[in-house]
Nanobody, 119 residues
Framework: QARLVESGGGLVQAGDSLRLSCAAS????????MGWFRQAPGKEREFVVG????????WYADSVKGRFTISRDNAKNTVYLQMNSLRPEDTAVYYC????????????WGQGTQVTVSS
């Protein structure tokens, strides 16, 4: 099975930037899509952005469009999330996720990395 490990979270002020990384290992050959979700305390998990493992298809949630950018480095089996113009409402645990071929939803998850944005 695939293993996902996130890193790069931290505490920043509103307007600052952060870059998250997600390294994939294990059974990665079956991965079709990767993406990022987030979950604030006491709230349900929210989709942020997705990207195909191969190709150029990317889809963003409206709440982050124009501020966040996802990218991919297939040689390093890693996806990144560049977060600019951060807002307090972006505060959440950010999870890397992957979907394998034949599955209808994301089925692999990382442990999460905390992002906190102060006013």
């Amino acid at each position: 099975q695939a293993r996902l490990v996130e890193s790069g979270g931290g505490l920043v002020q509103a307007g600052d930037s952060l870059r998250l990384s997600c390294a994939a290992s294990g059974s990665i050959f079956s991965i079709a899509d990767m993406g990022w979700f987030r979950q604030a305390p006491g709230k349900e998990r929210e989709f942020v952005v997705g990207i195909k493992w191969s190709g150029n298809s990317i889809w963003y949630a409206d709440s982050v469009k124009g501020r966040f950018t996802i990218s991919r480095d297939n040689a390093k089996n890693t996806v990144y999330l560049q977060m600019n113009s951060l807002r307090p409402e972006d505060t959440a645990v950010y999870y890397c996720a992957a979907r394998s071929s034949g599955d209808t939803s994301f089925n692999y998850w990382g442990q999460g990395t905390q992002v906190t944005v102060s006013s």
